[in-house]
């Protein structure tokens, strides 16, 4: 029963409590007191595995990989990565060999124009609301914004939310055509449209690594 549970490095030290941390790479890391047993180790570590796989889900989903063959979600809607002319062929997302960030950014802006302003237009029929026009911007900070002109914007990483949520981020922005605020009768705005809003909202701090992308 001496096999590990996991690989680990384990750094010792004259510390008296276990600690753990998963490295950008994936790789665990287990800082323990000098005495600490082999077994005892194990053990922490065994305790800790469902927190680990967290982790590591967390941090391979933090990055964006560009590279030939490494997937992205656009809208909901699985790509492979290929070289080529920047385009979406298909399941395929063409990126050139030099600037690909820059590129993907100028195609997803593209995409996201295109498919917020249309959601934008579709609930704006359906429910009534009035807006004065749809703007795609690189902010990072916030989805969407609404003035007291009714103009929306919208952040072109949207792309990265899955269809759901973008449809939050719509209904969201033209409630604000109502109300400017997040008062109770916003927030009642929008659950009469979407009325598991809220689920979705939440799904939406977990999404905000992709602010940090491109
Ligand atoms: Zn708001």
Not at 5 to 13: A, N, T
Not at 67 to 88: C, E, L, N, Q, W
Request: proline letters at 2%; hydrophobic letters at 45%.
């Amino acid at each position: 029963m001496n096999e590990e549970v996991i690989h680990y490095i384990l750094v010792r030290s004259r510390r008296k409590t276990f600690s753990l941390s998963v490295n950008g790479d994936g790789s665990v890391v287990v800082r323990a007191p000098n005495t600490a047993k082999k077994a005892e180790t194990d053990a922490f570590v065994e305790r800790h595995l469902g927190w680990i796989a967290a982790r590591r889900e967390v941090l391979s989903s933090a990055q964006l990989d560009l590279s030939d063959g490494a997937a992205a979600a656009v809208f909901g809607r699985s790509y492979t990565i290929a070289t080529g002319r920047p385009r979406f062929a298909g399941g395929t997302v063409f990126l050139p060999t030099e600037n690909r960030a820059l590129a993907f950014a100028a195609l997803l802006k593209r995409t996201a124009r295109k498919q917020m302003a249309a959601l934008t237009a579709e609930y704006a029929l359906r429910f009534g609301f009035v807006y004065a026009g749809v703007r795609i911007t690189s902010a990072r900070g916030r989805w969407g914004s609404c003035n007291a002109k009714g103009a929306i914007a919208y952040s072109f990483r949207t792309a990265f939310l899955s269809e759901k949520q973008a449809r939050y981020i719509v209904v969201h922005e033209l409630c604000h055509t109502r109300h400017l605020d997040h008062s109770a009768a916003f927030w009642s705005e929008v659950g009469a449209i979407l009325p598991d809003y809220a689920q979705t909202r939440r799904s939406l701090r977990k999404a905000s690594v992709v602010m940090n992308w491109l």
